[in-house]
């Protein structure tokens, strides 16, 4: 196994909704270029959500928004060999009734975009939607590949299985906060995972965790017990003992969280580490978040 | 919490409705707000139910379960030995908790709709295409969360009945269910595929079919065709089960309600099921905004901290302390002018009847009766 997910060529970063996926794919995207290595970052768009355009963000970095149906049409053509049938093809009613009731073709097919730029880049890191529907897309090579033998479709997905489960080239990240919910999402997508590629388990990170400077976890153990009435309804204090209770909650969640890691068959993290931590920045800080993460998978 | 003059709180709300619907996205704390509207309903002194779909258990374990059960459980004396510990007085009214079974969701759906008719479902679960389709199918969730809420509504057990909205990545993403689902059953479609009298396909279908069998193999689309035809067969009482959620889901005595929080705000959705609500003739409460750090603070969220008096009130503090106490401040300072953006957001988008309820951020997790106790009781 390589030392670090940050060399594989495929890196597929999945989470639950709201924890950061797109901020550290980014960031990783981010560090790979700053390396000179040419990378394509994908942002797979969630089902109901609206387009963005997301700019060239360095030299080495380009970027792309996937939308499944465009997945689907190019995927056709290029299978098919003839523009007029695609468009007799699709333009009819029924068909788009199949593609839309055809479980699972848009997914593959997403997926497959994916997995065929993998050949135009040194990387390609993938934003993926949420877990559940993440899930959903990684399960669907597996689901043609089992079910429907034969037609390119099914040749497509043995081979995308292939790259998926080598870990010489794909990695899964799974990005979490130190609470309960997110984290439960992650251990349920790793071990999801896990059960589809046994020898290429996920990876996790750690993001927007909260540090407070001594000064100020030193200032709340001397003082706060003390306060008056008064001192404790002022938003100062209120603030700082937010922040102290916080990341010592933090602490305490991440190292339970330690006790409870073999089951999971996670891979480790940066070397001695079991996961990648990243701190809360704000929205100004790609570069510190992208020089973090090279930091820390060097 | 917010209510202005003339305008319904939330404690109004509860009086006044048979119906809550939650919604809103993942992650912003819907479950632990709808067990506490319930809760609070409870201690109104109203019989009150909320309908969870909670898959990672944690509402049951905040509530002392190992799992919640599908059918509705009495969660009252739960619920009165933490109000007896705290010296407090028990419920006047009941509390329940329900949450329905979405195990194997599709399957559970199609044999819903199948009732008696075991063959029929047999048909339908037989084929392989099932077998992808069963995996978290979209809308199905949906559809067994409002049938656990028609049912309850016509037995008139409760007073109240809260419902949780399933786990989704976007709020309208239940108001979109029917839709999705009623698509399988689209009759202009799907007589397509059946020549009118038999079972054979129709010769168009027949040659686009083809095409995908270029793709996908010959297996698929047999089985597709086989699994929609036997899905077919079930769109009577499909439609006539949608047909009576809808009608409850739009009498004056349901509410709807969006739950979200600052962080996990998204204006074009929100924009989006505010829109898509008043299209769809549903009553619209407001919003239920979780996790405000201004509120935990006691600042105002129209208006940006003056630190500097903020400073001055603390009069015997040493310019040592004042000094970390900023620095502490100013780490928290992007978050609380987000907040106060989102505030104005939201306030902006709400029309002439519609509220915005904001919960501060809470010391603990919301992991134990007492802490859900906490939050019913800040719900006003």
Redesign the interface.
Known sequence: MTASWLDRKLIVISG????GKTTVAQAAARALAARGRRTLLIHVL?????EQKIERLAPNLWTVTLRSEDCFRE??IM??KLKT?YTA?LS????K??E??????REIVLLGKVWFERENYDHVVVDM??T??AL?MI??PF??AA????????HDAKDMIATFSDPKQTAFVTVSLA????I??SLELAEELRKLMPGNPSFLVMNRLTR??A??RE?HAR?WAKLTEG?R????????D??V?REA?EAQFLSSLRHAWEPFSLSKGPPGKTWLEIDEM??GDESRRAETIAEALR | MTATNGRQSLKDLLSSRRVIVCCGSGGVGKTTTSAALAMRAALEGKRAIVITIDPAKRLATSLGLKALSPSPTDLTENVNDVLRAQGEKPLAGKFYAVMPDTTQTFEHFVRSIAGKDETLAKRVLHTSIYKIFAKEYSGTNEYMAMEKLYVLYRERDFDLIVLDTPPAANTRAFLDAPKLLAGFFDDSILKWFIAPGSRFLASGVRKLSEILERLTGSGFVSDLIEFTTALFELRAQFMENLTAVSKLLHQSDVSFLMVTSPERLSKADTQDFVRLLGESGFRFWGFVVNRVLGRRLGLLEDTAPDVAALERGLAGATPETLRTLRAAFDQLKPRLEHEREAARFLAGLAGRATQVALVPEQTTDVHSVGALLGVSRQLD
Request: hydrophobic share 35%; glycine share 12%.
């Open positions: 639950k909704g709201g924890v969630q089902l109901g959500e609206e995927y056709i299978k098919l049938l093809f009819n009613k029924v068909t009734y199949l839309k009731a055809a479980p699972g073709v939607p949420s559940g529907y959903t399960h669907t689901n043609f079910l429907f033998p034969g037609g390119p479709i099914y609470e309960e919910m997110p439960q999402e407070v400077s000064d100020a200032l003082k001192e309804a002022s938003p100062l204090w209120r603030g700082l937010y922040l209770n909650k704000g929205a």
